[in-house]
């Protein structure tokens, strides 16, 4: 019996010791989400001012460019997923994957060859994992994505976007990112970035028209230069978005997981404190058993002798 309590007593420290950290992480989690939460609205009105500017040159003049032409027949699609560095963030990860799984899924249908790109290590370990072939892949700074970082990303994109489809170039290009809609619910969510789609200048719209912005643009020196000029901009600022998004995201489900975790430790060592109090008085009662049937024995037996 006393090796059983020494069992529970020695599970019940090393749960504890794990609440301790889980909860460490939970808070760490949690002041990482303000300041991502932070930035992500500090990027969301730049991106959406950059986004009307394109939509402007578009409906105001008529010169064909990759940011806004659709091409008749497309052929070639290159999709960028966004993943995280470090798993304890419950389904975060995977969330995202099966959002692409079902975008690539979809565009295959369509005829499309589909061209990968992955940023952060669960995705590139998935897709190798799976033999899977990925054009380009970046890690370590989902946690905290700088614009630095975007512009890293965005550059082979908009090389491909530029290049002809012989030449391994692509016609359109995807995103799937995990969006921050409050503390509690992260959504995966898939855009089109180029061509430049309605939904995208629908939402532009309804976000300047929440701050009484008109749309007054004249293009200077011509409108197919303001196109190339704000063809990277609009990649990155949209990548750059979209990694202040996956981040917040990130930091919430990790903290979400993490409570869980440390509220599980906590019934755990509850459940464990119990078994160990009826294992201490088991013990206890077989003891006083013991000394009782022990003391009974001795009377009985100097009864015998004094007879």
């Not at 391994?168 to 809609?181: N, P, R, W």
């Amino acid at each position: 019996m006393g090796a059983q309590l020494r069992v529970y007593k020695r599970r019940i420290k090393s749960v504890t010791a794990t609440k301790k950290i889980t909860k460490a992480m939970e808070m760490i989690a949690a002041s990482r989400i303000v300041k991502a939460q932070r930035q992500v609205t500090a990027s969301t009105p730049y991106a959406t001012e950059l986004t009307r500017a394109v939509t402007a040159v578009a409906t105001g003049s008529n010169t064909k460019h990759a940011l806004t032409t659709e091409v008749e027949a497309p052929t070639r699609a290159a999709v960028l997923l966004v993943t995280s560095d470090r798993g304890l963030a419950g389904g975060y990860s995977s969330n995202a994957i099966k959002a692409a799984e079902r975008l690539t899924e979809r565009l295959r249908g369509e005829g499309k060859e589909v061209d990968s790109y992955i940023v952060g290590r669960k995705g590139v370990a998935y897709y190798g994992f799976r033999e899977r072939k990925v054009t380009e892949s970046w890690t370590g700074f989902t946690d905290s994505p700088t614009y630095a970082d975007a512009k890293d990303v965005a550059g082979p994109l908009i090389e491909a976007v530029q290049r002809d489809t012989a030449e391994g170039g692509v016609d359109e290009l995807h995103i799937v990112f995990t969006e921050f809609v409050s503390m509690l619910t992260q959504t995966p969510v898939q855009k089109r970035l180029l061509p430049l789609s309605l939904a995208d200048t629908a939402e532009a719209d309804e976000e300047s028209a929440k701050h009484e912005i008109l749309p007054l643009f004249d293009f200077e020196p011509s409108a197919e230069d303001v196109l190339d000029a704000l063809l990277p901009r609009y990649v990155e600022s949209r990548i750059y978005n979209a990694l202040l998004q996956a981040a917040a995201s990130k930091h919430a489900a990790t903290r979400r997981a993490m409570k869980s975790a440390t509220d599980n430790a906590g019934d755990l060592i509850k459940s464990l404190s119990r078994l160990a109090n009826a294992a201490r008085q088991a013990e206890i009662t077989q003891e006083i058993s013991e000394i009782v049937g022990g003391a009974s024995a001795l009377a009985d037996a100097t009864a015998g002798s004094e007879k």
